[in-house]
């Protein structure tokens, strides 16, 4: 069974940066591809981005092209995304989840969520 754990969340400035990560438990973590979503208050879930089981490959939504960067280290079980210029639009709970592809639909297993919110 995999269980995933996500931290980093919190309160930050528009402007600001926050680095959430998700450790993963199982010795199939490089396995799998993993996802980062984010759900708002009365908007349905986006995933966010995405990474494949060997880096090699990432996806970016549009809202956060250029501003998140996902990473994951492999020897550590865990994936990362890095959160920079952030608006106040980006608040939402953040969930991390794995998977087997990039798409949106690709995803088996998924974290509790970690609150992301920006004040303006």
């Known amino acids: 069974q995999v269980q995933l754990v996500e931290s980093g969340g919190g309160l930050v400035q528009a402007g600001g940066s926050l680095r959430l990560s998700c450790a993963v438990s199982?010795?199939?973590?490089?396995?799998?591809?993993m996802g980062w979503f984010r759900q708002a208050p009365g908007k349905e879930r986006e995933l966010v981005s995405a990474?494949?089981?060997?880096?090699?490959?990432?996806y970016y939504g549009t809202s956060v092209k250029g501003r998140f960067t996902i990473s994951r280290d492999n020897a550590k079980n865990t994936v990362y995304l890095q959160m920079n210029s952030l608006k106040p639009e980006d608040t939402a709970v953040y969930y991390c989840?794995?998977?087997?592809?990039?798409?949106?639909?690709?995803?088996?297993?998924w974290g509790q969520g970690t609150q992301v919110t920006v004040s303006s």
């Open positions: 989840a794995a998977g087997y592809g990039l798409g949106a639909d690709d995803y088996d297993y």
């Open positions: 199982g010795r199939t973590f490089r396995s799998y591809a």
């Open positions: 990474i494949s089981w060997s880096g090699g490959n990432e």
